[in-house]
């Protein structure tokens, strides 16, 4: 039924001389995230289509983004997912201010955890964008040290709401 099911999305690093023989990655934090779309694993509930017809993205680098609100995917990714938008919203960036679009929410996956999420649009030179709502969603932390993303040590690394 739909086509280009899964797809795996690599973006190149965007790399830094210090000097001749050492680069470096300037501390960006990137991670692996899975991106489905909710309607399809809902219909796959229902069997109305397979699982194998649901639409994902993989994407192996996926840049955390503290500064960021939302979950981002550029427009050819939300194109592959099948998102219908929503709404349109006003955004302030670093390069000044605008409208974005808001599509459907999808189930983001991050080191086995999952969470629900609306996504917002950028443009296809910007990487998938992992914002701090999903990240209090996932109850993950980013890790200096490592330049990755841990499990909230304040819950013991476990997946934990917090309800106050």
């Known amino acids: 039924m739909h086509m280009d099911k899964r797809t795996t999305c690599r973006r190149r690093r965007r790399v830094m001389t210090t000097s001749p023989l050492e680069p470096e990655t300037m501390g960006r934090v990137l991670t692996e995230a899975t991106i489905e779309n909710l309607e399809d694993l809902w219909a796959a509930k229902r069997g109305l289509v397979s699982p194998e017809e649901v639409r994902r993205i993989v994407v192996a680098d996926a840049l955390v983004d503290t500064g960021a609100t939302l979950l981002s995917l550029p427009r050819s990714l939300i194109g592959r997912l099948g998102l219908a938008k929503t709404d349109t919203k006003r955004i302030t960036s670093s390069q000044g201010g605008g409208e974005a679009g808001m599509y459907e929410a999808v189930r983001l996956t991050i ?10 649009e950028v443009p296809d030179d910007v990487p998938v964008l992992i914002g701090q709502l999903p990240l209090e969603h996932l109850d993950l932390v980013v890790d200096l040290r490592s330049r990755s993303l841990i499990g909230n040590p304040a819950h013991g690394g476990e997946h934990v709401y917090e309800l106050y």
């Open 111 to 120: 080191h086995g955890r999952t969470c629900t999420m609306d996504v917002m």
